[in-house]
């Protein structure tokens, strides 16, 4: 019997290892367009977007009247819950996720010098971009959001226990076929 403890217990603790939950970052590609403004790029969250999550960074190119190809660069939420931009004129939560995607505070990013807040307007029920560039103009405009989350190419840390306990198993089995 004591032939079976040690692949017994590599076995237990790799099914350990593969029920545990693995970190659900969630990467996105994203794009939308409206009357002449047009953005496209990837972010990611911490979460899976079925819940609000919050966005960890975001890549990308922004183009409208004033800024053609724009690279992004998110504006970091300094704590938890709803910010507001260095200059006063937005207010944000970088969250992504749920039944909206966007908030009515949103994900606030900038395109060069120029801020740009995409959000929920909850009046109008639609997604707006606002722009702000260097203290001169507001702009708002309604788009259309797309985004698709990427599935991961890279195996999670459970599917490599499940490979080991197998492989312990195929072991201990062909160990105990030598002995008998």
């Known amino acids: 019997m004591k032939k079976y403890h040690a692949p017994l217990a590599a076995a237990v603790t790799a099914l350990a290892l593969a029920a545990a939950p693995a970190r659900a970052d969630t990467l996105w590609h994203f794009s939308y367009a409206g009357a002449g403004v047009a953005a496209s790029g990837s972010f990611e969250t911490l979460g899976d977007g079925s819940t609000p999550s919050l966005v960890e960074w975001i890549s990308g190119t922004y183009s409208d009247g004033t800024t053609v190809n724009g690279a992004l ?4 939420t300094t704590h938890p819950g709803v910010n507001d931009s260095a200059d006063g004129f937005y207010t944000y939560d970088n969250l992504f996720g749920g039944p909206t995607r966007v908030s009515a505070d949103g994900l606030l ?4 010098t120029q801020e740009i807040d995409l959000y929920l307007d909850d ?15 507001f702009n708002y405009t309604a788009v259309n959001l797309t985004a698709v989350p990427v599935v991961p190419v890279v195996p999670e840390p459970g599917a490599f226990a499940m490979l080991l306990a197998g492989l312990g198993v195929l072991g201990a089995v062909r160990r105990q076929r030598k002995s008998a």
């Open 123 to 137: 009046v109008l029920g639609i997604t707006n971009v606002t722009t702000y560039d260097n203290g001169v103009t």
């Open 73 to 76: 660069s998110l504006v970091p």
């Open 109 to 112: 990013f900038l395109a060069g």
